[in-house]
C-alpha cells in the first residue's frame, strides 16, 4: 500500500459513519476512505517499533492488516474512540509480526515470550536499585529460575531487533556497558506507546506541572519516588497530579476528533 499524500480531516460521528457502512455492506469506498484517513498513523507506529531496519515496510503492512481487523471489530457503543481502539489493535498485531518472523535463528516459542519479559523487568529493576539488577533478582522478580533468565538473554542475542550484546559505551571503572545494562524495551506495554501518541494532540489540557510529571513518569520512565524529588515535592503529591493528568488526558482523548 502506498501512503496519500494528505488525508481530509472528518469527525468522530462521519468516522463511526463510514465504519457502520463497511461493516454492514463492506463497502469498497468506506475502506478505502478509512484507509486513507489512518495511514499516516499506521505508519508512525511502523516507524517506531522498526527503527529504521530493513522489515520498516513489512511492519507497515501488518500495520495495515491491523487497521482492516480494526475496522471490522470496532463497537461504537462500548464508548471508546476509534483511536483509542485502533492503535492498541494495530501495535499487538505487529509485536507478534516481530516475535514470530525477526528472530535470526529458530528459538522456542516460550523463549520469544519471556525475552520481553526480561528485559522490561531489566530496566524497572535498573531504575528502581540505580544499577544494573542481578540474574538472581531478575529471576526472582519474574518468577522463574536463573536458568531460565540465562537462557533468554543468550537467545534474544539472535532477534534482529536489538543488539543487547553490543558495547555501547564504557562505565566509570572501564567496563563495557550493553543497552540490556541501561535501556528498557517497546514491550513494556502498549499502554505507554498509546499515552504517548496521544500526548501531542491533549497536551494542552494540562498544566505545566502535570506535563512534567508524565514527562518524567511516562517518557523518561522515571519512578514517582525520583520524579518527587526532582520537582521537590512529596510522591503522594505527584501521585496525585499524576492520576489527576491522566484521567484529564482521558476525557480528552475521548473527545477528541483526530
Known amino acids: 500500500m502506498t501512503q496519500p499524500s494528505q488525508a481530509m480531516k472528518r469527525t468522530k460521528e462521519e468516522i ?3 465504519i457502520r ?6 463497502s469498497p469506498l468506506a475502506q478505502t476512505a ?3 484517513q489512518y495511514t499516516a498513523l499506521i505508519a508512525s507506529l511502523a516507524r517506531k517499533y522498526s527503527r529504521g531496519k530493513h522489515f520498516h515496510e513489512d511492519l507497515f503492512q501488518v500495520g ?5 481487523v480494526s475496522i471490522r471489530r470496532y463497537d461504537e457503543s462500548f464508548g471508546k474512540s476509534f483511536e ?4 492498541p489493535t494495530v501495535i499487538g498485531e505487529i509485536k507478534r ?3 514470530d518472523k525477526t528472530w535470526s535463528v529458530h528459538v522456542p516459542r516460550r523463549i520469544k515470550e519471556l525475552w520481553p519479559k526480561v528485559k522490561t523487568v531489566v530496566d524497572e529493576l535498573t531504575t528502581l536499585y540505580q544499577r544494573s539488577p542481578k540474574i538472581q533478582e531478575i529471576a526472582d522478580y519474574i518468577g522463574i529460575s536463573e536458568e531460565e533468565v540465562l537462557e533468554a538473554i543468550e537467545m534474544g542475542k539472535n532477534y534482529q531487533a536489538a543488539s543487547v550484546d553490543q558495547p555501547t559505551e564504557t562505565g566509570s571503572e572501564g567496563s563495557t556497558v550493553t543497552p540490556l545494562d541501561i535501556i528498557g524495551s517497546p514491550d513494556e506495554g502498549f499502554e505507554r506507546v498509546d499515552q504517548k501518541l496521544v500526548l501531542e494532540s491533549s497536551l494542552h489540557v494540562l498544566s505545566d506541572r502535570e506535563k512534567e510529571i508524565l514527562k518524567c513518569t511516562f517518557l523518561e520512565n522515571k519512578s514517582q519516588k525520583v520524579t518527587a524529588e526532582q520537582l521537590g515535592m512529596s510522591q503522594m503529591h505527584v501521585s496525585r497530579l499524576q492520576k489527576k493528568a ?5 476525557r480528552e482523548i475521548e473527545s477528541n476528533v483526530h
Open 246 to 250: 491522566i484521567e484529564k488526558l482521558r
Open 84 to 87: 483509542a481502539f485502533l492503535i
Open 97 to 99: 509480526f516481530l516475535r
Open 64 to 68: 495495515m492488516i491491523g487497521l482492516l
Open 16 to 18: 463511526n459513519e463510514l
Open 34 to 36: 478509512l484507509t486513507e
Open 21 to 26: 457502512e463497511y461493516q454492514e455492506n463492506e
